[in-house]
């Protein structure tokens, strides 16, 4: 664990990992009670990383960089450095609940309203025929509550945590939580618990694959994503134009 190449692309080293991967780092990680932690990285995450100081230092803090959009994938291809897939944070969320589901890992949700997260806690229990979602509680709290929820956490004997909080609280309670967390692996998935809650769609599978899963989600929320995304794609842009005529 810890031995995966590192690839930079665009400034971040991201972690050459295929999803494939994600159960030999996950059982590593409980074997030996490590604690990880595990981000993914969009056109929108990629802004905040070179014009935002504190997110930048909350990346560089955790120990897997994942590749969230298909934009990160073709610029690894015009670098000539490809990494190996495009790991979308509902995906690897997925993927770590089948796999705790044969190995009998226990899962907290943190975050968005309550009904949401209650609701996609019992869809994935139902779905896997396994309690593998052993608590849950909404993403609305104060900082001065942040201890209560770390309590309710631990209480739970849960080894995954994963927090559907919007930035930058999200990062604020991860980089608070971490040293007094016992779970051993913890990642931020944005909007996922809305999507398998069923309040937001994802879109389909053939829009995902030619990287517009982006224009999806802003034709389903063009006031609060229009002007978002056209600043981040922008800088998408202008970073592969600095990077592809920089000198060494």
């Given at each position: 664990m810890g031995q995966e190449r590192k690839i930079n692309i665009l400034g971040i080293d991201f972690s050459d990992v295929s999803s494939k991967d994600l159960e030999k780092i996950l059982e590593e990680t409980i074997n030996l009670n490590k604690k990880i932690?595990?981000?993914?990285?969009?056109?929108?995450?990629?802004?905040?990383?070179?014009?935002?100081?504190?997110?930048?230092?909350?990346?560089?803090?955790?120990?897997?960089?994942?590749?969230?959009?298909?934009?990160?994938?073709?610029?690894?291809?015009?670098?000539?450095?490809?990494?190996?897939?495009?790991?979308?944070?509902?995906?690897?969320?997925?993927?770590?609940?089948?796999?705790?589901c044969r190995k009998d890992y226990k899962i907290y949700l943190l975050g968005a309203k309550e009904e949401v997260v209650k609701k996609a806690a019992e869809i994935l229990n139902k779905k896997f025929e396994k309690n593998v979602v052993v608590g849950y509680r909404d993403g609305y709290f104060e900082k001065a509550d942040y201890d209560l929820v770390i309590d309710d956490i631990n209480q739970k004997k849960s080894n995954i945590l994963f927090v559907g909080i919007s930035y930058p609280k999200r990062e604020d309670f991860i980089s608070y939580a971490f040293d007094k967390l016992n779970v051993n692996f913890i990642m931020g998935v944005g909007g996922s618990f809305e999507v398998l809650a069923g309040v937001k769609k994802r879109a389909p599978k053939w829009v995902q694959k030619i990287g517009m899963e982006w224009f999806y989600r802003m034709i389903q929320d063009p006031k609060d994503k229009f002007k978002r995304y056209l600043i981040s794609h922008s800088y998408y842009v202008y970073l592969n134009l600095k990077y592809l005529f920089k000198k060494d």
């Open positions: 932690k595990v981000c993914d990285v969009n056109t929108q995450i990629l802004y905040l990383y070179h014009t935002d100081p504190n997110y930048k230092n909350y990346i560089k803090t955790c120990d897997y960089i994942l590749p969230d959009g298909m934009s990160i994938i073709v610029s690894s291809k015009i670098f000539r450095k490809p990494l190996k897939e495009r790991l979308a944070g509902i995906d690897v969320m997925e993927k770590i609940v089948e796999i705790s």
